[in-house]
């Protein structure tokens, strides 16, 4: 087989891929030597990622994206903030998903041919990275129980992101091979991808709950007979929503003031102490767990986090508008913290849901950016593919709005490959295309 420029770039994507997939779940647990040289290791994957994004961006509105994005952050970074050439290159690398991988996957859902091959290059790899699951999680909650541990093959820390990138591969491989026609059927015959989905309550992620009643809800297809096909899955769905409630009460490993065996947690009381935390002693509980737990990690809740950004601008002001520069969710290992994570690390590390991550280093500027580019994916459609997949976008837009306000996992390459991925392919062929496609695969058959 003749090696063109896009079998290439696809072998490169799909190694980076399982680079970032899996580097961590080796050092962690069975190379710890390899420890040193991770960071090298990630950083040579960025770079490849950024060439890999820099030969396919062709298109005028992914050149602008990426440009304005590289215009905000430069300004702040260096003329508003004063900050390092070194501290900016390397804070930008957290938006390489962002702005590269979608370029990335237009390319090869350019040309019919390349479309197709790369397709089916995709769905195998996402399917074998599904079941690679499976052991890691298993072997993780041996070890350590349920807990933050339960990252998979990203490694110990990344359950929120494992759990999330289980749910986008199941569902994307599942409904692409749902029957309207033959609903139930189709589920029946493809329930490996929804066992698949076990893992994600043996890590004590809680927004699994919430995945899990989404997955089922945009699986039906949106016709005539959507109505009765949700009565069908209503009694499957609870049965599934039951017995991953019980896992998770039976595993649970965490302290809110009560015991796993009397915690509620979907009550009142647990979510509001989950959620919300009392302002004023925040920083206080926090610097007392980096002091005195094991991981030093700062765990206030997400949206105590929301209610603590004024005062950001109260102790720094003139930052609303452009932000702090980049670079404060970067360093530690090789290179020195910023000095604004000196001063708020009791704050910054943990959980940062992404618009906070996006706000306090590009400030309004940059979350505007972000609204109008996520937007304009929702409207950009490959040439012979301008029908709407709604169930696919349905389920991405709301994961992009948990990431908004739960989690950062967006900031992650690897998650971007996934998210990207689909969200480029969530189009439907118009029936001109559509015919062409029936066509070939008759002809091949």
Known sequence: MKITKSILLERALMGVFW????????????????????????????????????????????????????????????????????????GMRV?????????????????????????????????????????????????YGAGDHGGGSLGNWYSGTISMM?????????????????????????YKYVLL??????????????????????????DKRMFTRALIVIPVMSLLFMVGYMTYKLTYTGDVSKTADRLDIFSEEYLLEYMFMDVERAEEDANWNMENSETGVADIPRATKFLLLPMFEE??????????????????????????????????IGTIPYLIHIYLQLGIAGVLWLFVFLISLFRRHPDGYSKRDLNMQLFLAILIGINFFYIESMRDPVFGIVLFGLLAG????????????????????
């Open 95 to 143: 938006f390489i998903g962002l702005m590269f991988c979608y370029p990335i996957f237009r390319y090869f859902w350019d040309e019919p041919n390349r479309r197709t091959r790369f397709i089916r290059t995709f769905d195998k790899n996402m399917e074998i990275f599904l079941w690679l699951q499976v052991p890691c999680i298993g072997y993780q909650f041996i070890v």
């Open 315 to 348: 102790n720094n002001p003139g930052h609303i508008p452009l932000g702090f520069g980049v670079g404060h969710f970067k360093g530690g290992t090789k290179l020195g913290h910023s000095e604004l994570y000196d001063q708020y690390e009791w704050y910054l």
């Open 426 to 445: 969530a189009w439907l062929p118009d029936e001109k295309v559509a015919d062409n496609q029936n066509n070939t695969t008759l002809a091949t058959t």
């Open 166 to 190: 289980i749910y986008l591969i199941s569902f994307y491989l599942m409904h692409k091979r749902i029957n309207p026609k033959h609903f139930l059927a189709s589920i029946a015959t493809n």
């Open 19 to 90: 680079v970032l997939a899996t580097v961590g779940f080796i050092c962690d647990e069975f190379i710890p030597d390899l420890e040193s040289v991770r960071t090298y290791i990630l950083l040579g994957c960025d770079a490849v990622l950024i060439l890999i994004g820099l030969a396919c961006l062709r298109h005028r509105a992914d050149i602008l994206s990426v440009g304005s994005l590289l215009l905000i952050a430069l300004t702040s970074s260096l003329v508003l903030n004063k900050l390092s050439i070194t501290m900016t290159v390397n």
């Open 197 to 222: 989905l076990t893992p994600t309550f043996f890590n004590e992620t809680k927004i699994s709950f919430v995945l899990l009643v989404l997955y089922f809800v945009l699986l039906v297809p949106i």
